[in-house]
């Protein structure tokens, strides 16, 4: 800001009332707009990123047009980086690109265009993993507070890739310091237990009035370099927990309608679903889940950076297997339903 003297010689050719006046009203607009970029840098704790989301959650929910038994979860397809993540982080957001599931979410657009339940996760991955359990968390990545929060070390934390993602691959560790433990609840609260708690009210309300329910969650997958499974590299993956979390038949149904279109597909090869299935599925209750793997050379350009020409494509398949789902379940709506 300007010192006096400076002002005093900017607001001369006024008389001393006037100049005066306008030296004070121009200090005074100064000073607000610092404290209004102050603010927008220092990032919001409990509730990042809440603008243009839904009741400050930072994820987008899409309700169908047509009564439906199918949802569709984005949950890796955010491409929002808070400032406060970004001056968290040791690399520069490029590096943290890697984690999303590139462009995933237009692969829904289709979806919800033909009228089914959405949702969509718009914060970055790199933010927090609505894939993972709130204590899949590496503890040595937990600095202040450590103590306050559940740790447990499975394969994808030891990976890197816990709640929240630690270090990739030819990139090393994302943070320059430890997480305080508030900051991390604080995630947890704002977006992991609201975004599980939509889809398990959701589907409670689809399984009530049709008997069935089934969640897809829709991922995308760098194209299968490495394949030691019979038959061709898939270029598909569905994943049921090894038959854990969807019946055996809806599944072969989604089987089925990938090879139409000429596509190789496998189940549970090398995706058989995680969290998500885990927590939501409950076949015997009539409650399906799968996770849909896509390959993103199917949708994206050469890079897997931007949409492609097969995009249009690939939505239509995703709407395919939707409709084939709706169709499978409809075989087992009982007929209070109709």
Known sequence: MPEPAALSKRFRCYSPGIGRFLQILWKSSQFCCEIVA???????????NATAMEENLPFRTMPGRMASPVLV?????????PLELLAMARVDASALMPLEDRYADRLAHAVSAAGHDVMQMEMARAWIDLNRAEDELDPT????????????????????LGLIPSRLAGVGAL??????ADDVMARIESAHRPWHRQIAARLAEIQARFGQALLIDLHSMPPVLSWRQPGPVPRIVIGDRYGQSAGGGLVMALEDEVRATGLPVSRNHPYPGGYTLDRHGQPSRGIHAVQI???RSLYLDKACLEPGAGLATTQQLI????????????LDWPLAAE
Request: hydrophobic share 40%.
């Open 38 to 48: 102050r603010r927008r840098l220092s990032g919001r704790r409990a509730r990042p």
């Open 73 to 81: 979860t984005v949950p890796h397809a955010g491409r929002n980086y």
């Open 141 to 160: 990545l937990i600095g202040a507070g450590r103590d306050a929060l559940a740790t447990r070390m499975t394969v994808k934390v030891r990976g890197g």
């Open 175 to 180: 943070w320059k310091t430890p997480l305080v």
């Open 293 to 295: 793997e896509v390959d």
């Open 319 to 330: 709407v395919r297997l939707v409709e084939r789902a709706v169709s499978h379940l409809a």
